[in-house]
């Protein structure tokens, strides 16, 4: 059910060490990753640092985008569950003072939005 609810666009949780691995190049020596969602190619990595969005492009993926947000830099963020008619749960994460959000995460029937939630709450709100 893993790959069906990764092509469906829902977002699995990951294995700490084999994110770790693949962000080598991205973590600094000392940060270690608490929490990992995959959402078919793309990343969302909770450290002890900060936020990495990574972002996987074109056909055969060689092209990444890795987004760092660091925690302290969150003013807010907004979560919408999906509903009977829109399938859709979001994430909406605010930098500074900005008013439009910097991110918007879109999620298919995502039970793991709720999780993602509460790891984001836990490190803002820390």
């Keep these: 059910m893993g790959l069906f609810d990764g092509l469906m666009g829902n977002a699995t949780q990951h294995s700490n060490g084999a994110i770790e691995k693949e962000l080598q190049d991205v973590l600094i020596s000392n940060e270690r990753v608490d929490l ?3 959402l078919v190619r793309d990343l969302v990595v909770f450290t002890d ?20 947000i660091p925690y302290r830099s969150i003013s807010r963020f907004s979560v919408e569950t999906s509903g009977h ?31 993602i939630q509460q790891a984001l709450a836990a490190a803002v709100l820390q």
């Design 85 to 115: 008619f829109d399938l859709d749960a979001e994430l909406k994460i605010w930098i500074s003072s900005a008013e439009l959000p910097a991110e918007s995460l879109q999620f298919r029937k995502d039970k793991n939005i709720v999780a």
């Design 36 to 38: 990992a969602f995959k």
């Design 49 to 68: 640092k900060r936020l990495i969005l990574v972002d996987k492009q074109g056909v055969t993926g060689k092209k990444v985008e890795y987004k760092s």
